[in-house]
């Protein structure tokens, strides 16, 4: 059973037959919202709306251990954390789908760790590679097989929000090697890999980054809703691919 986490623009997946509803404690307090149980084209999947069902939770408050450690206690084979993200790199395309295989953390203040506390000893987990190889390579696979375009590989840079990036911060980003830009990305990444919990993004490009392109005087909201409107039913094209594999 694959865990999805939806981001900005995929608070619910369509075509998803609900079974049942878990509120679920943790130590470290309530997580975004409730927990949907139900299946995705015969297969079972789990999804949690990040922001929480009315996209209320701005990136900074999600209580992404709490999130992280509710998944943690389920029985789960990976997690396929969605995003809406700005492109950096002017080759990704708005439109586009991405599987990014580096972050840079540029967040600050968030709760990023479960390794904390006297009674915690202090460890150091390998963040090489931040995203899990072979669940990477299955949501590739996925994205072939349901025949929509997707790019394999690129730098996710993940802000402090909840504001947009100046255009000098952008050009910095760039410099620093940077593909794509979102908010979410980190600490859930690290997270995940404290815990032991395979973990991919799907990351849809909504927009170009601030100062570039399209948006190079400024980012427009009617036209990034308008990409994820369309966007978001490629992505769900890619999941239903992805569960579909495991009646292979």
């Known amino acids: 059973m694959y865990a999805v986490i939806g981001g900005s623009g995929l608070c619910k997946l369509p075509e998803f037959e609900l079974r049942s509803r878990k509120v679920v404690r943790t130590p470290y307090g ?12 015969g297969q ?7 922001h929480g069902y009315g996209h209320t939770i701005a990136p900074h408050e ?14 789960i084979d990976g997690i396929v954390a969605i995003a809406s993200v700005g ?8 439109g586009l789908l991405v599987i990014p295989d580096q972050i840079i953390d540029y967040t600050h203040g968030r709760p990023s760790t479960f390794f904390e506390g006297t009674e915690e000893p202090v460890r150091h987990i390998d963040f090489t590679w931040p995203y899990d190889a072979s669940l990477r390579a ?21 802000t402090q929000g909840p504001r947009l990036e100046t255009a000098a911060e952008v050009r910095r980003l760039a410099q620093d090697g940077a593909d794509l830009v979102g908010m979410t990305g980190m600490p859930e990444a690290a997270l995940a ?3 032991d919990i395979p973990y991919a993004h799907l990351a ?5 980054a601030a100062g570039i392109g399209e948006s190079s005087q400024a980012i427009s909201h009617a ?5 994820v409107e369309e966007g978001m039913g490629r992505v769900m094209a890619v999941l239903k691919s992805l569960v579909g594999l495991g009646r292979d």
């Open 62 to 75: 999600i209580n992404y251990r709490a999130n992280l450690w509710a998944l943690s206690q389920l029985e």
């Open 193 to 195: 890999r404290e815990l």
């Open 87 to 94: 492109a950096i790199n002017p080759t990704l395309k708005t």
């Open 204 to 208: 849809l490009v909504v927009n170009a």
């Open 30 to 41: 309530e997580p975004s919202c409730a927990f949907l149980f139900g299946q995705l084209v």
């Open 138 to 158: 299955l949501i590739h696979s996925a994205a072939d097989a349901s025949e929509e375009p997707v790019h394999l590989g690129g730098c996710y840079a993940c």
């Open 44 to 50: 079972d999947v789990v999804f949690l709306a990040r």
């Open 223 to 227: 036209q990034i809703a308008e990409v």
